[in-house]
């Protein structure tokens, strides 16, 4: 199964993976982690926190709410840097990105 984020590249990764499991998808119920909605966290850029990642679909009603969400928790976490997302569409999202815990959640088997 594809892990879209590497926690070992950096030490905040980690730390933000986590708190990004607390904004969760409002129509599936499962968190943006578990989904495997984000592909990247990038703490390179003094100051700032880029996050790449997608939504389940391009026509997502509640797409900005999660971009939102992702700002919030990260600005909370990470005071002193800026959350920045990006969102792509390549790779498109499918059901093989979802976590065992989000496979569990969606009772996929």
């Known amino acids: ?19 990004l499991k ?12 578990d989904l495997g909605l984000v592909y990247g966290i990038d703490f390179s850029e003094p100051g700032k926190i880029t996050v790449t990642m997608t939504l389940s679909t391009p026509h997502c009603p509640l797409g900005e709410a999660i971009k939102n969400g992702v700002c919030n928790v990260l600005s909370a976490a990470f005071p002193n840097r800026v959350a920045e997302v990006t969102i792509v569409w390549e790779p498109a999202w499918s059901v093989e990105m979802l976590t065992e815990e989000g496979r569990r959640q969606l009772n996929f088997s």
């Not at 607390?22 to 982690?33: A, G, H, K, R, Y």
């Open 1 to 19: 199964m594809k892990q879209p984020v590497n926690a070992q590249a950096d030490p905040g990764v980690e730390q933000a993976l986590k708190v």
């Open 22 to 33: 607390q904004v969760m998808d409002p129509e599936l119920f499962v968190n943006i982690i």
